[in-house]
């Protein structure tokens, strides 16, 4: 069964810490993203990958970076946690073929 | 820009019944997909039904079909005999595969199935 992996399910961090949220894919796609979820908003795109080492802003970026040294690993970083980050993080991929995205099963993540 | 709407936050549904879950998107292209994924309490997000814009026939998955109106730029969701595993938040989603396959999603319509 195809999977993508986010290493926490639940993360509580202070403020001003650094973050690092991990997903990994076994399905050898192309395409990797990080979305955050927030109730009214829906997933918003924070930044997306389409080959290692190769990087795009989404649509809320500022607060964010990432990491894809390999194909099936791509991080999202926060380089200083705020409260406004605690939200609902969620990693999908995708072979760009239309066929839809793959999900995590997300990452909470409070900021206190 | 891409922009997804749906403008039912929240709907219920006795049990065996059929309920439908609006969906407008905003496009200037022709070749486009969409999608409904399903949210359920665990988290996971599960892909419930795809439709390619080229194709006109709506799809459909089990008790789960589309209404896709491409001129007016329409995607409902139809779920018939409702059943209490169908509780979850529903998601509307839009990609053009020559953009990365970047996904816009809608904002979510809570649904719940009562008993």
């Known amino acids: 069964d195809v999977k993508v992996t986010q290493s926490s399910r639940y993360l509580v961090k202070r403020t001003g810490e650094k973050v690092f949220l991990e997903c990994v894919q076994d399905m050898d796609h192309e395409n990797m993203f990080w979305y955050r979820q927030d109730p009214g908003l829906g997933l918003r795109l924070i930044y997306f990958?389409?080959?290692?080492?190769?990087?795009e802003k989404g649509d809320i970026p500022e607060g964010y970076s990432v990491s894809r040294e390999k194909k099936e690993r791509f991080s999202l970083i926060l380089e200083s946690a705020s409260t406004n980050q605690t939200s609902m993080y969620l990693c999908?991929?995708?072979?760009?073929?239309?066929?839809?995205?793959?999900f995590g099963s997300g990452t909470r993540l409070t900021v206190v | 820009a891409q922009t997804v709407t749906q403008s039912q936050p929240e709907m219920s549904v006795q049990e065996a019944e059929t309920v439908t879950l609006s969906c407008t998107y905003d496009?200037?292209?022709?070749?486009?997909?969409l999608f409904w994924y399903k949210q359920p309490p665990s988290r996971q997000m599960i892909l419930v039904i795809r439709?390619?814009?080229?194709?006109?026939q709506n799809a459909t998955e089990n008790r789960f079909s589309v209404n896709f109106q491409k001129a007016a730029k329409s995607f409902s969701l139809k779920i018939s005999d409702s059943q209490l595993g169908d509780t979850a938040m529903y998601f509307c989603?839009?990609?053009?595969?020559?953009?990365?396959?970047?996904?816009?999603f809608g904002s979510g319509t809570k649904l719940n199935v009562k008993p």
């Open positions: 496009t200037s292209e022709n070749n486009y997909y």
């Open positions: 990958s389409y080959d290692v080492k190769m990087k």
């Open positions: 989603a839009f990609t053009q595969l020559y953009n990365f396959n970047k996904f816009y």
């Open positions: 439709q390619e814009a080229y194709k006109q």
């Open positions: 999908a991929s995708s072979s760009g073929t239309g066929e839809g995205y793959t």
